[in-house]
Nanobody, 123 residues
Framework: QVQLVESGGGLVQAGGSLRLSCAASGRTFSSYAMGWFRQAPGKAREFVSYIRWTGSTYYADSVKGRFTISRDNAKNTVYLQMNSLLPEDTAVYYC?????????????????WGQGTQVTVSS
């Protein structure tokens, strides 16, 4: 069983920054691939970013160049640094553990999810 707890959300003005954290339980965190997704009101949950256990990273086109995913295996934590935030980034952000196989951008390939943290960007 893996537990994921997100933190760091809040209200920020457009152009500002936030850093989200996702703390994971489990002694094998360093072997997990992890992802961030987001869900805006009335919209489907969508892929944001992904990091392999090797440190390789992937991003949705909408956040590329603005968001950075990273991990600290000693702290069992994955981060999402969000810069140059836009009102359209407003959503609940979720971290998730990727299962052993499947496309990293598909939410059906993730087997554990956090409870989410709200990010609101005002214009």
């Amino acid at each position: 069983q893996v537990q994921l707890v997100e933190s760091g959300g809040g209200l920020v003005q457009a152009g500002g920054s936030l850093r989200l954290s996702c703390a994971a339980s489990g002694r094998t965190f360093s072997s997990y691939a992890m992802g961030w997704f987001r869900q805006a009101p009335g919209k489907a949950r969508e892929f944001v970013s992904y990091i392999r256990w090797t440190g390789s990273t992937y991003y949705a086109d909408s956040v590329k160049g603005r968001f950075t995913i990273s991990r600290d295996n000693a702290k069992n934590t994955v981060y999402l640094q969000m810069n140059s935030l836009l009102p359209e980034d407003t959503a609940v952000y979720y971290c998730a553990k990727h299962s052993a196989s499947g496309s990293y951008y598909s939410l059906t390939t993730y087997d554990y999810w956090g409870q989410g943290t709200q990010v609101t960007v005002s214009s």
